[in-house]
């Protein structure tokens, strides 16, 4: 933010009754983040707006005496912003939560060690039963995958299924969707790593999203298949006509060797 | 017609009053859902028959809710010069005698549950006549007299289905008076004045939320009225909708006009189709007569307002869920800041306000803030319809001052527990409140003084339970019900709710332990302090209440080797 | 659903506010579920993603992806309608229908073998003074006990 466009101020902030230099406006996570102070946090992401999720940023906003227990990334940095981010109270609140958590995605290897350095590591909860689970018992819904799908690809292949402890996160009728480009930004952004898929010389299988397969494109020089047809479809679109017709069709490794050969001479500019 | 001076106003009015006193006999039959249900519309069928085929000079009308539920079917006869007579439990065998009785100038005396001589209708006033004096008057009813009807001054007595009878009894001179003679900041002026609080349930000051949409940027914004009313047990948002639509279009136009908003939208929910019935006929009618549309009495102001309707989802009476689902999205609430006043339905500055509080603008408007702050108590000003339902005896609509106790409404109003049956508590707010045991029953109706002892007023519903009533049942019933109504965004609500419940099973089987005790306070109260949103918030608070309130019905259920 | 029909569901929401509900509930009633096809029909003619349309007809109660039998019986479960013994008739109902009173996904939906019966649950339509009340095709049935059930099914064709 402050490197493009006009600087915001700097402003003096209080965390745990120390005094910091921050930037006016931040997001308070990405500020304590910064500033070495540890807040756990899972459903945030830069890119996106805050969601509200996973409540685990919860931290104290004092003001006037009175502490108010709210998220991280919902705070915006100001002046005399006081805040207090593991009193006992939030640190009980934190334990439980991680104990849901260990609960309801008992095959994560993220959450257990994330619950771990935060002291938990048992669960007083009924574990979820992971049979079938097409996301083998490591998504704790935290919406990333569906968000990034629809807000930045503009793909919106998958979403959220049903309400309330019957959510799942997949296709419309848990059917091959045709409208996913095989970007595997989900699988990409998904902090628990819960999403997979699997390469094939043809094609991409979204194994998670019911076997939804993208066929892949195969590069014009070398005949082998690397990215998802529709992906690259996608991606032709924004790019700068000016850009040759020959490169667009060819894999990573045989563009390097165009551009190469153009480099040197090789092969006319046009 | 297009209504545009005060004397179209006017003489809209004299039609109206003519429509409610004929100079002959008028029948008026209870027909909201209940008495619909119980039977209503075979006796205005029947009625209807009758009169046609006898060509007889009775003017028959459909009526809304006069509040006394039990006694549905209820069936009103106006005599010329004499007082108006409500007719109670009515069958479909006391129909004919009902017709040659009236025009013989009398009543069936075994159906009386009441005469009332005159009425105010807060905004008009009608003089119906005496006589009748064996019979106990409206105010000797114990149910009737210890309400105060503001809200509820039309319901069961005019036609919801015909604009004239709202006009007729002064309906709509108070947007006609705010819309051409006052300034819109005077009126959310004289709102902010009377202490009207939301109704809905948060308890927040209208007039200041009215101030906040009208100072927010951006030359589109909309006012919503929320009428989801999904709380378990609460109808009163029902019975204004389909007994005095016009008062909630009435409330909303004066509020459009104090804000400068053309567009207003109504969300009401989808169980409630004879509502949407009556507010779609109110709202043709309202447009026809051009209180409703472009040029509103000739002021240049333009509004108009347009129903959109929930799917089945209590999350969607939480403001961001709503204009979440108003845009065509599933119902889950989203992070606050930024307010709805500043950002709501469709990105624009937005005011919700719940049906009764619009049904309490006109009111204001039409009697003033120092009048409707004269009624209820300090900071808890006007009155509050609610839902008496339950193990109670006189089970309806009860309108009261704020400010009034719990103990005034179950048993001066209420007549106790139904069945002669000892009350043992009372749920009020619906799942977000808890249950108040009959030694808290002193308790005054208010925002603050409900919240201190654990629940909160909600949208208005009372459910009273009796010594039979198990109250860790309850208790799993409120969480079995939050979360099949978790919108399952966060990990609080979906995750905690569900094992609360799957404790609660335990327990109510009989199979639980102390330390489940333990395991579901600490749930309840995480739960509480992290959720996104009202609904997980609250939903832990019959819990915590009965625990409080009720331990040693926990105690019984614990095994003892636990 | 054919295409004619759903254009004139389509044409009476000309606003964006409570338009996708308003045509999805339009559907549900005259359908008595949400067939699939017509859902992707929505998707091209509101121009809206399927992922989202699937989204919504999941997650609002209104909606059913499964078509209800014959006749359909929505039983009140709300507060004041629980206290008096809500569940009792609900228990009822599938002793005498042969149901078993499996929840699917959150959604309380079974229908009969022979299709004539589908039984739901709903949370409360405010006819709280009549507890415990019921439906059944939108008729509302008030004071209701389990005495009362076998009567109110053979009203509707049921045999004992």
């Known amino acids: 933010m402050s490197l493009f466009g006009s600087v915001n101020r700097m402003v003096t902030i209080t965390i745990n009754k120390n005094q910091y230099l921050a930037e006016e406006g931040e997001i308070f996570l990405l500020t304590a983040l910064r500033l070495n102070i540890d807040i756990p946090h899972l459903c945030y992401e830069k890119a996106l707006e805050p969601y509200g999720a996973c409540r685990l940023c919860m931290v104290d906003v004092v003001t006037c005496g009175k502490t108010t227990m709210t998220p991280a990334c919902t705070i915006k940095v100001h002046n005399g912003l006081e805040i207090l981010t593991d009193t006992p109270e939030i640190i009980k609140h934190r334990r439980l939560l991680f104990e849901l958590y260990l609960a309801e995605a008992p095959k994560s290897e993220v959450i257990r060690e994330m619950a771990a350095k935060y002291g938990v590591t048992k669960t007083r909860f009924l574990k979820k039963i992971v049979h079938d689970d097409p996301l083998f018992g490591k998504c704790i819904l935290c919406g990333l995958c569906v968000r990034v799908c629809n807000e930045i690809m503009g793909t919106s292949a998958i979403n959220f299924i049903n309400r309330g402890p019957y959510t799942v996160i997949n296709t419309p009728f848990f059917e091959h969707n045709p409208d996913c480009a095989g970007c595997a930004a989900c699988a990409q952004v998904c902090p628990t790593k819960a999403i997979v898929f699997e390469d094939s010389d043809a094609e991409r299988i979204m194994q998670s999203w019911s076997g939804t397969a993208v066929p892949l494109a195969t590069c014009s020089s070398c005949k082998k298949s690397y990215a998802p047809e529709k992906l690259m479809d996608k991606v032709l679109d924004k790019l700068d006509p000016a850009i040759i017709e020959e490169l667009r069709t060819l894999c990573p490794e045989c563009r390097r060797k165009y551009i190469t050969r153009m480099e040197i001479g090789r092969i006319p500019r046009s | ?562 | 659903m054919d295409e004619k029909r759903l254009d004139e569901i389509i044409e009476k929401y000309p606003y964006p506010a409570g338009r996708t509900l308003g045509v999805l509930r339009e559907i549900q009633i005259q359908e008595r579920h949400i067939p699939m096809d017509t859902l992707k029909l929505v998707s091209e003619k509101l121009d809206l993603p399927l992922s989202e349309l699937f989204a919504l007809v999941t997650f609002y109660s209104f909606f059913s992806l499964k078509p209800v039998g014959e006749h359909l019986i929505t039983v009140c479960m709300g507060t004041p309608c629980h206290v008096k013994g809500a569940e009792k008739i609900l228990e009822t109902l599938e002793e005498h229908l042969g149901l078993s009173g499996e929840v699917q996904d959150g959604k309380y939906l079974q229908t009969t073998p022979d299709n004539k019966f589908t039984v739901e649950i709903a949370r409360c339509f405010g006819a709280c003074s009549m507890a415990p009340v019921l439906h059944v095709d939108g008729e509302l049935y008030g004071y209701v006990t389990p005495e009362r059930i076998p009567d109110i099914l053979e009203m509707y064709g049921w045999k004992r």
């Open chain 2, 1 to 562: 017609m297009r209504i545009q001076t005060s004397e179209d106003l006017d003489s809209i009015r004299k039609k109206g009053l003519q429509k409610i006193q004929p100079g002959g006999i008028r029948i008026g039959v209870g027909t909201s859902s209940c008495g619909i249900a119980v039977g209503g519309m075979a006796l205005y069928n029947l009625l209807d028959e009758i009169i046609q085929t006898k060509n007889l000079d009775i003017s028959l009308v459909k009526t809304g809710c006069i509040g006394f539920c039990k006694e549905e079917p209820i069936v009103s006869v106006s005599i010329p010069g004499k007082a108006l007579v409500l007719l109670r439990k009515v069958k479909p065998d006391d129909v004919e005698r009902i017709i040659s009785l009236a025009l013989h100038g009398d009543v069936p005396s075994d159906r009386v549950l009441c005469t009332i001589s005159d009425w105010d209708h807060i905004t008009g006033n009608l003089v119906y006549g005496n006589e009748f004096d064996t019979f106990p008057e409206y105010g000797e009813i114990p149910f009737f007299a210890h309400q105060k009807k503001v809200i509820l001054r039309d319901s069961g007595l005019i036609n919801p289905e015909d604009i004239d009878e709202y006009i007729g009894i002064g309906g709509y001179f108070a947007a006609y008076k705010a819309l051409t003679s006052m300034k819109p900041d005077a009126i959310i002026d004289e709102v902010k004045r009377s202490g009207l609080r939301g109704r809905g349930g948060a308890g927040f000051p209208a007039g200041l939320k009215w101030e906040i949409t009208k100072k927010a940027p951006g030359e589109e914004k909309f006012i919503v009225c929320n009428a989801d009313e999904g709380d378990p047990g609460a109808y009163m948002n029902r019975n204004e909708m389909e007994s005095d639509p016009h008062m909630l279009l009435e409330g909303m136009l004066i509020g459009a006009y104090a804000m400068g908003v053309s567009e207003g939208l109504i969300y009401i929910r989808a169980e409630y189709p004879l509502a949407i019935e009556r507010l779609m006929l109110a709202l043709d009618q309202a447009r026809t007569y051009g209180l409703l549309g472009k040029n509103i009495f000739n002021t240049g102001f333009d509004f108009d307002i347009r129903i959109a309707t929930g799917a089945g989802a209590f999350v969607c009476g939480e403001s961001t869920a709503l204009a979440a689902s108003i845009e065509g999205k599933t119902g889950r609430p989203r992070l606050r800041p930024p307010r709805l006043t500043e950002k709501g339905v469709f990105g624009k500055p937005t005011d919700l306000n719940n049906v009764e509080t619009w049904c309490n603008v006109p009111v204001i408007i039409a009697k003033g803030a120092l009048w409707y702050s004269s009624i209820g108590a300090k900071g808890n000003t006007g009155t509050k319809v609610f839902s008496l339902v339950g193990k109670v005896d006189n089970i309806g609509m009860v309108e009261v001052p704020l400010g009034t106790s719990l103990h005034s409404i179950i048993y001066d109003i209420g007549n106790g527990g139904a069945l002669g049956k000892e009350v043992k508590a009372v749920q009020t707010g619906g799942p977000s409140g808890g249950c108040i045991p009959v030694r808290l029953f002193d308790t005054p109706v208010d925002f603050e003084s409900l919240n201190q002892v654990g629940t909160m007023m909600g949208s208005g519903g009372l459910v009273v339970m009796d010594e039979d009533t198990n109250m860790v049942d309850i208790a799993r019933y409120f969480i079995n019900f939050a979360s099949g109504e978790s919108c399952g965004k966060c990990v609080p609500c979906r995750e905690g709710l569900k094992h609360m419940l799957l404790i609660l099973n335990r327990i109510v089987a009989g199979k639980g332990t102390r330390q489940d005790i333990e395991l579901l306070r600490e749930l309840a109260e995480t739960v509480q302090k992290t959720s996104l949103c009202g609904l997980g918030q609250t939903a832990p608070n019959p819990v915590l209440t009965t625990m409080q309130y009720f331990k040693e019905e926990y105690d019984d259920l614990i095994s003892p080797e636990a």
